[in-house]
């Protein structure tokens, strides 16, 4: 069994810790409470699996974690530091030290920008020195598939597949070598050859560097192959969690059921 890399943390502080957070949108006569009261931990280099029908709160609860929105009530905590009461400069600190995948890649990768670009930005913004990014970049290129590098660094996005763009997608998220990556749907958008191959990108991500994921998806049986525990998120509320295996082997909750027999349809046909 290989040792996972150490991406270091306070010990006996998880690296993600949500305490009863809760988003409520309010309109002119009533709101909609997107994420209800959820408490959840996460391990550095653990993948824990947000799993839900679409409405369900998991993209809200997503920009919660990555300090995009701000909760109404609870608290984020990225290694003991609740991000929710930060501004400013400290804000985009923490920021830094997590990264998003978009199902759909082409909308995190600017169409007017060169390969290089794209992948070097976050280390731009982080004030890494030009001389230093461009070795980073062409590492994270060759990292994720696209080798040599030099074939891939001049091209813009749509010069690209599909598959070649989340690839970009996913080497922009770990060039700055971040604590916490979040995933969302980052398999839905391409086709049943590629998933695999992208699923197994994240996984040596997280043996590498020791990197935690939140890895967000409708499909339990996907989940179960990816992630050491599942959330089950209806409504807001986080109805079910545990061990990956355990969860979709024994469902407790009859809607965590529903989302394992969808899975098992959407195979069958």
Same mark, same amino acid.
Request: charged share 25%; hydrophobic share 45%; proline share 5%.
């Given at each position: !069994?290989?040792?996972? @890399?150490?991406?270091?943390? #306070?010990? *006996? ?19 909609? #409470? @997107?994420? =209800? *009261?959820?408490?959840? #931990? ?14 369900? &709160? ?39 030290? !997590?990264?998003?995948?978009? %199902?759909?890649?082409? =909308?995190?990768?600017?169409?007017? !920008? ?5 992948? *070097?930005?976050?280390?731009? +913004? ?32 749509? %010069? ?8 970009? @997608?996913?080497?922009?998220? +770990?060039?700055? %070598? /971040?604590?916490?990556?979040?995933? =969302? ?26 990197? &935690?994921?939140?890895?967000? #998806? ?14 089950? !998120?209806?409504?807001?509320? +986080?109805?079910?969690? *545990? ?8 469902? %407790?909750? /009859? ?15």
């Amino acid at each position: !069994m290989s040792e996972r @890399a150490s991406n270091s943390s #306070t010990p *006996g502080v998880p690296l993600l810790e949500l305490r009863v957070v809760t988003r409520r949108y309010t309109r002119r006569r009533d709101g909609v #409470t @997107a994420v =209800d *009261g959820v408490s959840l #931990t996460l391990a550095a280099g653990e993948i824990l699996a947000l799993v839900g029908a679409s409405g369900a &709160g998991k993209s809200t609860l997503s920009r919660l974690v990555l300090g995009l929105e701000r909760p109404d009530r609870g608290a984020v905590l990225l290694d003991g530091v609740d991000i929710a009461r930060l501004r400013g400069r400290a804000l985009r600190a923490e920021r830094r030290r !997590m990264h998003l995948v978009l %199902q759909d890649p082409y =909308d995190a990768l600017h169409p007017g !920008m060169r390969i290089a670009e794209v992948v *070097g930005e976050p280390l731009a +913004i982080a004030g890494v020195a030009s001389a230093e990014r461009g070795p980073r970049v062409a590492s994270a290129l060759e990292e994720v598939g696209l080798g040599p590098a030099e074939r891939f660094l001049g091209r813009h996005p749509h %010069q690209l597949s599909g598959g070649q763009r989340q690839r970009v @997608a996913i080497a922009r998220a +770990i060039v700055g %070598q /971040p604590r916490l990556i979040v995933a =969302d749907e980052p398999t839905s958008m391409v086709d049943a050859s590629l998933r695999a191959t992208i699923l197994e990108l994240l996984l040596a991500t997280r043996e590498r560097l020791g990197t &935690g994921f939140v890895f967000i #998806t409708h499909d339990l049986a996907l989940a179960r192959y990816v992630a050491d525990r599942i959330a089950v !998120m209806q409504a807001g509320r +986080i109805v079910e969690v *545990g061990p990956a295996e355990e969860l979709v082997a024994d469902p %407790q909750r /009859p809607y965590t059921r529903e989302l394992l027999d969808a899975s098992e349809r959407v195979r069958i046909n």
